[in-house]
């Protein structure tokens, strides 16, 4: 059967057709694969061919080349590298030839097929000649050719790094898409290729944006694309814009007036999808502004890096009103429909950056808005003026906001109750909530929550939770927030405590309405409960107890439930773990303090019994609430967990082999933690397994990169559990910790999110070390650390010189180094004497300001003097 017919199989309505073609189409693959790729890309270069089949076959080629999982990924690119020269560039001229088809579908298949090997071969310095081919008389080409060409230079740009493409290159691809950007061009599809092609350049046009005419040459055509008559053309273009603000912000001055004047008339006059991105442009220039000011502290040096322009500030008389007009253009129904985004949300959203970025200087501008449409007959303006003053209460002083505050709580506690518009009585909800995140709470010097509304906040806003599901969520989530400003009142009275009682019964009433299912109510009335019973006091300490039964009769109802749908078993599986977290929240809460903690004892072994059935109706995969919960009982029970253990152990190994939700093996590799933190030596019996897990995880390139530094430190938990008995895994994890050591000391050429997770990396080495240093403490066998010291000490060298650290890993490393001289003492006294770390990266960390450094150096300056002058 020829492969065309396969490919239109492939996409029968009829299950078994489709079944039998997709087992025929991989079976080809598996058995000839040069054959199976040369044919799909001849099918998709062949004009004469249906186009479903052309696009599948596209789409196959696309699927043989690149996998979402990293390991995967790598897998096929070393397959295509590895392939015949000779088939490969049969395939790629196919590829280049299909760029000319008629068919629209065929051209942009190809275009990022093209693009995928690419991204596989430059980096190799494979097929050079590529852009060089798509380039050469693109000007002369027929305008459906034209457009295809700048589509693939668009998706290579997205695929390739900048480093592999030579500044020639790069030149040479920018002058054709801007010349296709600009306004000569007659083909409209030609300009939309190019712009979007633009957008996926700019990374590449570091060197291009540094000289003045060719940068004012892309911003003049960017800002031309924004009038066109095609709105899609426009939202391209206000794409760029957005994506050049945040690339090159530093270089927007002399831009910055004439494109706030093109934003504006986009945000009041354009297309939503086009003033969408036009508002965006002023939220990622306060994004940049916010994170500027907040890296410098406010304080700006004359000589400081990156200068803030403070481009918000001087748009602010413009821009406030221009935002302040978008909150009145709201949709009917947004409030039910969680993924909605539309004017108004944007707005609001971007005023929300604006206040963050100014402070106190927005107040005025926004106020006389407020004031002006609060009390209008029409909703829209009631709820414009309330989403207005929601907005900016993140950013300005308390100092500004408090007495506003104070004048609005009343009228807005009114509203919540009173207005007849579902839509009002959400955003007042909300910015009740924001009142309670921003302004109240022990750093807040004027209390808005006074003894004196207390009673009347609580009152209105448990009312509100029997509203319609989005208005009972918000007035959770306000709630939520009220709670937590009451957290550091420790042992002390809250002004909640009266009414905890009934704070308790209004949200378990929540959880049990018949609509909770809706607007995340019930998960939001569950988080607002753990809130409340984690920041509540001794006081009502025995209120939570008569909880704690209540809630594992609940997650015991959940567990007799059977013959679920699909849909049932999920909904199932997120009450389960709302319930497990309720109980972790309350174990940590009545487990930890002495005078509760025997009384709530009675029931640890019923919640152990729940905990490990919910495990069971499970098949595969371990519930991460669960684990959590059980986490914080160990915690709580100390040695006396090692009872459940034997029956609980096989669940923690399930957890740990869960390589495909990564999420389920970290957590567990955090309880693991726990458990040895809790049963120290008692562990002893369990440690074979674990390790075994453990190792195998490290090992395994299935596993996602960030579980990986937990599982270190995981080693030093173990270790300080059960000290010289780790003698036996020292062989498989000292290599391990020791490869690890090596790439980690240089995060080399790294971005910010590589630096990031080098550091946790780092860290997690650390940690481990550190355990099994303390683990050997006083055991007549430390000298079998001996040998590992060189390393260490060459480890903490090579931070110390790579100047990268953050400050977490500088305290742990400096913590490391006093306890190797510690457990080693002066055996190792000479090696330390020539570490750098001992000495001068010891003097920096001595002299630091922050106290956890300085703390951790004095105690390795006082270990290491001694096994230095011993």
């Known amino acids: 059967m020829e492969v065309t017919q396969i490919l239109l199989n492939a996409q029968s309505v009829d299950g078994t057709v489709r079944k039998s073609a997709e087992e025929t189409l991989k079976q080809f693959q598996d058995q000839d694969l040069p054959g ?76 990022q097929v093209i693009a995928k090997i690419a991204g596989i071969e430059l980096p190799h310095n494979q097929w050079p000649e590529l852009i060089g081919s798509l380039l050469s008389n693109i000007h002369q080409l027929p305008p459906h050719v034209k457009q295809a060409t700048l589509e693939t230079l668009g998706y290579l740009c997205e695929e390739v790094s900048p480093d592999v493409v ?58 031309e694309a924004t009038l066109s008559p095609e709105v899609k053309l426009r939202q391209a273009a206000f794409e760029c814009l957005v994506s050049i603000s945040s690339t090159y ?79 009145l253009k709201q949709e009917e129904d947004q409030d039910q429909d969680e993924g909605a985004w539309n004017l108004a949300m944007a707005g609001g959203t971007c005023l929300g950056l604006v206040a963050r970025t100014v402070g106190d200087d927005i107040v005025p501008l926004v106020m006389p808005f407020i004031e002006e449409n609060i009390t209008k007959p029409d909703w829209r303006c009631r709820e414009a003026a309330t989403y207005g003053f929601g907005s900016i209460l993140e950013g300005p002083s308390p100092d500004k906001l408090t007495p506003i505050v104070n004048v609005a709580l009343n009228f807005m506690l009114t509203a919540l109750t009173k207005d007849p518009n579902n839509h009002v009585k959400d955003t007042t909800a909300w910015t009740l909530g924001r009142i309670f995140e921003f302004l109240h709470g022990s750093t807040v010097e004027t209390p808005i929550i006074t003894p004196a509304n207390c009673q009347q906040i609580l009152t209105v806003l448990l009312q509100s939770m029997k509203d319609v599901p989005n208005v009972a969520e918000k007035a959770c ?10 957290e550091d009142a420790g042992s002390s009275s809250s002004p909640l405590s009266p009414f905890f009682q009934d704070i308790v019964q209004a949200l378990l009433a929540v959880t049990h309405r018949d609509d909770a299912g809706e607007s995340r109510l019930r998960t939001a009335a569950y988080e607002t409960l753990n809130e409340v019973v984690r920041c509540s006091t001794e006081e009502t300490a025995p209120t939570v107890m008569q909880l704690v039964p209540v809630i594992m009769m609940e997650l015991n109802q959940t567990l007799e439930a059977h013959k679920l749908s699909s849909e049932e078993r999920e909904k199932q599986n997120e009450l389960q773990g709302l319930l497990c977290g309720c109980l972790q ?30 495990f069971e109706c499970r098949s595969a995969t371990v519930h991460e609430e669960a684990m959590l919960a059980i986490g914080a009982l160990a915690y709580a029970t100390g040695a006396d967990f090692v009872k459940y253990m034997s029956e609980f152990y096989r669940y923690l190994e399930m957890g740990l082999q869960n390589f495909e939700e990564y999420q389920v093996c970290a957590i567990t590799v955090g309880v693991v933690g726990d458990i040895c933190r809790a049963l120290e030596d008692k562990v002893l019996p369990f440690c074979d397994g674990i390790m075994t897990q453990l190792l195998k995880d490290l090992s395994s390139n299935q596993l996602h990169r960030s579980v990986k530094p937990p599982i270190f430190s995981c080693f030093g938990d173990i270790a300080l559990a059960i000290g010289e008995h780790f003698e036996k895994y020292l062989i498989y994890a000292m290599p391990m910790l020791q490869s690890a050591a090596e790439l980690s000391a240089r995060a080399t050429g790294a971005d910010d999110e590589m630096l990031e997770y080098t550091n946790l990396l780092r860290n997690g080495i650390l940690e481990a070390y550190s355990g099994i240093f303390q683990g050997f403490k006083n055991s007549p066998k430390t000298q079998l650390l001996m040998p590992y010291a060189p390393h260490i000490l060459q480890f903490l060298d090579s931070l110390y010189m790579e100047k990268d650290m953050d400050d977490v890993v500088t305290k742990t490393a400096i913590g490391l180094l006093g306890d190797l001289a510690d457990t080693l003492g002066t055996n190792a006294g000479l090696l330390i004497s020539q570490s750098v770390a001992s000495r001068n990266f010891l003097n920096e960390c001595l002299s630091s300001d922050d106290h956890l450094i300085k703390e951790s150096a004095d105690w390795a300056q006082l270990t290491v003097s001694r096994a230095i002058s011993g």
């Not at 930890?592 to 919910?614: H, I, N, P």
């Open 249 to 327: 912000y530093e270089k927007l001055s002399s831009y910055i007036h004439d494109i706030f004047n093109i934003t504006a008339k986009a945000v009041r006059e354009d297309e939503e999808p086009v003033a969408l991105q036009a508002i965006e442009f002023w939220s990622s220039i306060c994004d940049e502004e916010i994170d500027i000011l907040d890296e410098y502290g406010g304080e700006f040096s004359g000589d400081s890096v990156i200068p803030c322009f403070y481009f918000i500030k001087q748009a602010l008389p413009a821009l406030v009103p221009m935002l302040l007009e978008t909150l």
């Open 166 to 223: 030579d500044q020639d290159q790069v030149n040479k691809i920018l002058t054709a898409v801007v010349q296709g950007m600009s306004s000569t061009e007659v083909n409209a599809d030609v300009r939309l290729a190019a712009t979007r092609a633009l957008y996926n350049a700019l990374g590449f046009a570091q060197a291009n944006f540094t000289n003045d005419m060719e940068r004012d040459y892309i911003m003049r055509v960017v800002c």
């Open 585 to 614: 929240v309350m174990i940590q809460k009545l487990g930890t303090s002495e005078s509760t903690k025997y009384v709530f004892m009675q029931y640890a072994d019923q919640m152990m019994g729940l905990f490990l059935r919910v």
């Open 477 to 486: 989530g306000a709630l939520y927030f009220l709670a937590q400003g009451y």
């Open 36 to 111: 199976f790729l040369l044919a799909l890309s001849g099918e998709l270069a062949n004009n004469e061919k249906p186009v479903d089949s052309r696009k599948l076959a596209g789409l196959i080629l696309k699927n043989t080349l690149d996998a979402k999982e990293q390991h995967r990924k790598f897998e096929l690119v070393q397959r295509w590298l590895a392939l015949d020269p000779a088939v490969k560039n049969q395939i790629k001229a196919c590829l280049l030839q299909t760029l000319s088809s008629p068919v629209p579908d065929a051209r942009s298949t190809a275009s």
